[in-house]
Nanobody
């Protein structure tokens, strides 16, 4: 079993900041790419930012310069620092990871967290 658990969401005023965390646990052999997605009401889930095991990052255009993704491989954790938040950033944020499980070191599987709500409102 592998689990991704997000934390750090909440209510913040426009211009404020939040830091999301996502911890992967369970029978993990290795984690490749990790990332954050979001889904607003009535919209499709979209990529926010991604990070490779080596630390290479990519961002959606709508968050460049405001959000920073990072990871701690020793802790199997990925972070999303969100600054200058806007009402349009309101969504459920999901963690995603490509993980090789113990006992299946040659097969990568895609895992999702349960999501954490981020609401930007005055």
């Amino acid at each position: 079993q592998v689990q991704l658990v997000e934390s750090g969401g909440g209510l913040v005023q426009p211009g404020g900041s939040l830091r999301l965390s996502c911890v992967a646990s369970g029978s993990i052999f290795r984690i490749n790419d990790m990332g954050w997605y979001r889904q607003a009401p009535g919209k499709e889930r979209e990529l926010v930012a991604g990070i490779s095991s080596g630390g290479s990052t990519n961002y959606a255009d709508f968050v460049k310069g405001r959000f920073t993704i990072s990871r701690d491989n020793a802790k199997n954790t990925v972070y999303l620092q969100m600054n200058s938040l806007e009402p349009e950033d309101t969504a459920v944020y999901y963690c995603n990871a490509d993980i090789f499980r113990l006992g299946s070191p040659n097969r990568v599987r895609d895992y999702w967290g349960q999501g954490t709500q981020v609401t930007v409102s005055s």
